[in-house]
């Protein structure tokens, strides 16, 4: 039986705290397996536990933007969110039904997810693993996450629409992603360092044909609601797990606004890259 959790929209140090909260409430096996949707207020960047942040992300146009700034704990490039539903889960990695290996587990949660899509309407697809060191033929990546798929991410018409990152601590598996409701490749490139503005427009042209919304997608505004609506059902569904409507424990809440505080608003670990 797992644990749903549905939020409110949140700042960037408390969202990225609460998924740290919850990881380890689960390593003390306090809480169950858990699956949690949320949003973002004020809009923010996270970076990727690896990237390094001057060198890929303006931070000065993020503040004039009003736009926060967070590291996460898992790996992989920026992300702005905004125009999204994101979804973070934690499970013991020995569950009898998680397959072993980070790909083999993105694949079986990306199967649940694409289930919920494909009851929306939305023809997705999962990126097939492709020759080593290239996840879609292409060669010029930048900062961004939705620049190009990973292996079992999803597309539509070869254009991304859900990013996910993965990171197992203590034998736990927390996985994290957006789901895309719009996508303004502007907006993501306003926040990204480049050359000279030349060299933005050109991102935010490749950027528009690399990556969409289910909005775009549809033909038709879709909410937070009907995404997370879809999307555990889907998981039930195709990867045969069972959700039930649950709340924070106290200890997490505590844990979640320590590390908020001392943790995901401080330069000594946003900017430590």
């Not at 699956?35 to 990237?51: E, K």
């Not at 502007?186 to 427009?201: K, L």
């Amino acid at each position: 039986m797992w644990r749903l959790l549905v939020d409110e929209a949140a700042g960037a140090a408390w969202n990225m705290a609460a998924d740290e909260a919850m990881l380890l409430s689960h390593v003390a096996g306090e809480t169950p397996p858990t699956l949690r949707f949320y949003a973002w207020d004020p809009s923010a960047v996270s970076l990727g536990y690896f990237q390094r942040s001057d060198e890929e992300i303006d931070r000065a146009a993020c503040a004039r933007q009003g736009i926060e700034v967070v590291r996460r704990l898992t790996g992989g490039r920026a992300v702005l969110h905004e125009m999204e539903v994101t979804y973070s889960l934690v499970v013991r990695e020995t569950a009898p039904y998680i397959p072993s290996g980070v790909t083999a587990s993105y694949l079986y949660f990306s199967r649940g997810i694409t289930a919920g899509l494909t009851g929306l309407g939305v023809d997705a697809k999962m990126q097939e693993p492709g020759p080593a060191g290239r996840s879609d033929g292409r060669i010029a990546h930048s900062a961004a996450c939705f620049d190009a798929p990973s292996h079992y991410e999803l597309t539509v018409g070869g254009r991304k629409i859900v990013g996910s990152a993965q990171v197992r601590k203590n034998g736990i598996l927390l996985q994290h992603g957006s789901i895309l409701l719009r996508f303004c490749p502007e907006r993501m490139t306003s926040v990204m360092r480049f050359e000279d503005d030349a060299a933005r427009m050109k991102m935010a042209s490749e950027l528009s044909r690399r990556a969409t919304g289910l909005s775009e997608v549809l033909g038709r505004s879709v909410g937070f609601d009907e995404v997370v609506k879809a999307v555990y059902l889907g998981m039930e569904k195709q990867c045969g797990l069972k959700f039930i409507q649950g709340r924070w424990t106290q200890a997490e809440l505590e844990k979640t606004q320590g590390f908020a505080n001392h943790k995901y608003c401080k330069d000594e670990w946003n900017l430590r890259r």
